[in-house]
């Protein structure tokens, strides 16, 4: 055999190689593993972190204090979770690492002690680590004592759902350019609802609850989302609802109970707009108000 043959020899060895490799990543199976309702109190780095075919992790119910830092960070690029289930834990940090995984879709982290999702803990200081999960659809950090909600999830352009409820929100975070289909923003401390959010969702917001906060008035952004089919604003202190030509939202269900409308200017203030719900309103809410007469 010359020296050519050789050569000819070799590049077959190596593109069957190549074959075998891109064969053998396709045939990798993917793991799911459930061990909620349990007593860990503790994930292993080779379980959260390394384990590349992982793609489901629900550890819910079980008596973790942190999710760590991964120990080989450079390595975060190689991890295939798109769903991780932390719920009803009692966790005080969840890593940073977390929200670089590339491939996660869903994250749930309701039921904790958490106050913030962004801070690095080192043994020095605490330092703040932007967000690269592009691809999360949807957060579930409800049950927290989260007082504001992250600036990085700005980078989460295809979130579908966020459910931030019965936290201490003092303001709903800015909108940003994602599907967003349904937000609870239920049970927090909110006095008013972004006046850009219409903009951002006006095509997308199917469900929206902001139930259970401060609220003075009915926020002209919410009534202009043109597919919004169920809004829930009762318990707030709402006064004043849009003016009825600025509605274009097809709701099904209009929930007002427990505010004080019909409150020193009379309940003839209150026009409901009757042309915009007239065809798709089914269930409307308006007990323990100050009403004198059903609205028109």
């Excluded at 199976?29 to 992982?54: A, F, G, P, R, Y």
């Excluded at 690029?77 to 977390?98: D, E, I, M, R, T």
């Amino acid at each position: 055999m010359d020296k050519r043959d050789c050569l000819m020899s070799d590049e077959k060895v190596s593109s069957g190689d190549e074959d075998d490799v891109i064969e053998e990543k396709e045939n990798i199976s993917e793991i799911v593993i459930d061990v909620q309702e349990n007593k860990i109190q503790e994930l292993h780095d080779s379980v959260l972190w390394t384990m590349n075919n992982l793609v489901s992790l629900n550890a819910s119910h079980n008596l973790l204090v942190k999710v760590s830092d991964a120990l080989h960070p450079d390595l975060l690029q190689l991890n295939g979770l798109k769903s991780l289930n932390f719920a009803h834990c009692h966790l005080k940090y969840v890593s940073p690492h977390v929200f670089a995984l590339p491939c996660l879709e869903e994250l749930n982290l309701s039921y904790n002690k958490l106050s913030t999702l962004s801070v690095r803990i080192t043994e020095n200081a605490a330092c703040r680590t932007a967000w690269t999960c592009l691809k999360l659809q949807s957060l579930d950090i409800s049950h927290n004592l989260f007082d504001s909600l992250p600036s990085d999830l700005k980078v989460c352009t295809e979130m579908v759902s966020l459910n931030s409820s019965y936290n201490q929100l003092h303001a709903a975070c800015p909108p940003w350019q994602c599907p967003l289909k349904f937000l609870d923003l239920s049970n927090n401390k909110l006095t008013t609802f972004a006046p850009s959010a219409d903009q951002y969702w006006g095509n997308t917001l199917k469900t929206l609850h902001l139930q259970c906060n401060q609220m003075n008035e009915l926020t002209e952004s919410i009534v202009r989302m043109r597919v919004l089919c169920y809004l829930d604003v009762s318990c707030n202190k709402i006064q004043q609802i849009p003016l009825s030509d600025l509605w274009c939202c097809p709701l099904t269900t209009l929930n007002l109970n427990d505010n004080n409308l019909g409150i020193g200017k009379g309940d003839t203030s209150v026009k409901f707009p009757a042309a915009c719900l007239a065809s798709t309103l089914t269930e409307m809410y308006i007990a323990n108000n100050n009403f004198v007469n059903i609205p028109p």
